[in-house]
């Protein structure tokens, strides 16, 4: 798996694989500084639960995408039905597939097929050994500039570059319903180092302990603007956006 600019010369175009969250954007984020040719984002939508992606708020990735100024490849899978799955190896594998299948049609369409593919995965090897091996088969890389690296440094990475995150969905004890639609930010990642150390709350949610959504950074033309209403049901929730759009 690559994680610096080695792969800058790989001939082909690279595929961002990306969801709208901070992990997906801020991989996408240093592929394009890293001077990868990244010509498409890649979004999976979920019916749904699921074990290999995110799911909250993924129809906002057109709007995130029209932000970039890079055109998005929206995959519509089947319902994977992930909340019966009998054993998560063979869930995770049936999830993949869909993705594989839009990549392979990619790397058929474009000129010089696909080089490698973008991954916003910290320290999930669940998610991350499934993109790998799916690489492996079409022969191209992995970008994952997020794998195993400290979550407080990433965090102050994306505050630092510019980030504007938003928390769209919680789920752990100690994330109450104030955090729906709260801005992560400096004095919010202190909290969760602090509901880290009581609670095991992962600093950037990696355990599914919340979701974001990325409305603005350094690689965005034009901010998302949300309306949404929240929805709690004692333990966990999520905004429910009732509409989006690009500011000025």
């Not at 990244?38 to 990735?61: F, N």
């Not at 794998?147 to 994330?175: C, H, K, N, S």
């Not at 919010?188 to 009581?198: G, K, P, R, V």
């Not at 901010?223 to 500011?247: F, H, K, M, S, V």
Request: aromatic share 6%; hydrophobic share 40%; no cysteine.
């Amino acid at each position: 798996m690559t994680e610096g600019p080695s792969s800058a010369g790989q001939q082909g175009e690279w595929l961002s694989l990306f969801s709208g969250g901070k992990d997906s954007s801020w991989a996408l984020y240093r592929a394009l500084e890293e001077g990868l040719d990244v010509t498409r984002l890649v979004t999976v939508h979920p019916e749904g639960d699921s074990y290999m992606y995110h799911v909250p708020a993924t129809r906002l990735a057109s709007l995130a995408a029209e932000s970039v100024g890079i055109p998005l490849v929206e995959v519509e899978p089947d319902d994977f039905e992930a909340d019966e799955a009998d054993e998560s190896g063979a869930q995770g594998d049936a999830e993949l597939r869909p993705l594989e299948a839009a990549v392979r049609e990619l790397d058929a369409e474009l000129p010089d097929g696909v080089a490698g593919v973008t991954a916003g995965a910290v320290e999930s090897e669940y998610q991350t050994s499934r993109i790998e091996a799916m690489a492996d088969r079409l022969g191209a890389e992995v970008f994952a500039p997020l794998w195993q690296e400290d979550p407080r440094e990433l965090a102050d990475a994306m505050l630092d570059a510019g980030f504007e995150i938003t928390i769209i969905r919680v789920a752990a004890y100690g994330l109450d319903e104030s955090w729906l639609g709260r801005t992560l930010d400096e004095g919010a990642i202190a909290e969760l180092e602090d509901l880290n150390e009581s609670h095991g709350v992962h600093v950037l949610g990696e355990g599914g302990e919340f979701e974001t959504l990325v409305t603005d950074g350094p690689h965005m033309e034009r901010p998302i603007e949300l309306e949404y209403e929240t929805e709690w049901d004692g333990t966990r929730g999520t905004l429910e956006i009732q509409d989006a759009w690009l500011g000025e």
